[in-house]
């Protein structure tokens, strides 16, 4: 089995992605909104925050009170759009339950959308006029092209259906040539769909969800899940499964830090489409 590594990936890209932006003198700013603070959404922005810095990107957190009415949330992103310094905007997620997520990233300007995730930006995947990915897709997709794992002709299996993974990870694989099945909670035989897939990507968070005895020998495995047990980080594949595969993403190391990266690619493109 090997192992697709992301940390060494993401080290490779952020240099790549630092020439350009020294050779080019490029002055970009990622402009976030955080309204909740945990754990793992401090997290999430400290890395982007580290990564960006790295290569020179400024980041500027905006973190509003958890009671922030959503039309101040939207009047904040109106006013970024129309900030000539801001880059790219980006609404961290989960926000509180008053407030419409979708709604709010839909007044994100598609020239400053860094996620990907207007309606617009989905929907071009869609129409097979790829803008910007989402950055877990777009990492996904640069693991497999940095591995030289084929995706046409492929039977793929996504497991988990949302906006952010699972629904633009689909049409970009089918705009790849990929045969794929998308899998959610009600699918009833997720494991007769496994067991003929080629390539298996689980974004459910669940641990343990897919299991040995749900794949084919020498398959190919992302695991996109995080989940916390016991104070350790793991995905939704059952350890043991390694024993199958081909390819494998770790969890931690795997498909996390390649989401962070294209959050720098998408911030590049964002910048070159701007000029
Ligand atoms: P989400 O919005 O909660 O979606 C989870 C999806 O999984 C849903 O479509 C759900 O089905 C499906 N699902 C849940 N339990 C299932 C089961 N037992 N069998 C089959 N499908 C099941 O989550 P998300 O935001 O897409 O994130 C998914 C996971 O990926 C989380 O662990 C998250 O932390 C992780 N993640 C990681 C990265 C990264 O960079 N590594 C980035 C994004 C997300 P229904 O639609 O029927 O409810």
Do not use: W
């Not at 509180?96 to 207007?118: M, N, R, S, Y």
């Not at 040539?177 to 699918?187: D, E, G, P």
């Not at 020498?218 to 499964?241: P, R, T």
């Not at 390694?242 to 964002?270: C, D, F, Q, R």
């Amino acid at each position: 089995m090997k192992e697709m590594n992301g940390i060494k990936i993401r080290k490779e890209l952020l240099d790549e992605y630092q020439e350009i932006i020294q050779k080019g003198n490029l002055s970009i700013k990622l402009a976030i909104i955080q309204i909740i603070e945990n754990e793992a959404c401090n997290l999430y922005i400290r890395n982007k925050e580290k990564y960006a810095a790295q290569v020179g990107i400024k980041t500027e957190v905006t973190l509003l009170e958890k009671d922030t009415k959503e039309i101040e949330v939207i009047e904040l992103i109106e006013k970024l759009n129309q900030d000539p310094t801001v880059t790219g905007i980006l609404l961290q997620s989960p926000v509180p339950e008053h407030i419409d997520f979708q709604k709010c990233t839909e007044k994100i300007a598609i020239e400053k959308d860094v996620d990907g995730l207007t309606k617009e930006n989905l929907f071009s995947i869609r129409n097979h006029q790829e803008k910007i990915l989402p950055c877990t897709v777009a990492g996904i997709l640069k693991l497999l092209e940095y591995y030289q794992i084929p995706i046409e002709g492929k039977n793929v299996a996504i497991i988990g259906r949302s906006n952010l993974v699972g629904r633009p990870l689909e049409d970009a694989l089918i705009n790849r040539n990929a045969t794929v099945f998308l899998c959610h909670s009600k699918t009833k035989n997720l494991k007769e769909i496994t067991k003929i897939s080629d390539i298996v990507i689980s974004a459910a968070g669940v641990p343990n969800l897919i299991t040995k005895d749900m794949v084919k020998k020498d398959f190919i495995g992302i695991d996109v899940g995080m989940n916390l047990v016991e104070g350790k980080l793991v995905g939704d594949f059952a350890k043991d499964i390694e024993e199958k595969a081909s390819y494998l993403t770790p969890v931690p190391g795997g498909v996390g830090p390649m989401t962070v990266a294209m959050v720098i690619h998408n911030l590049i493109e964002l910048k070159n489409g701007m000029k």
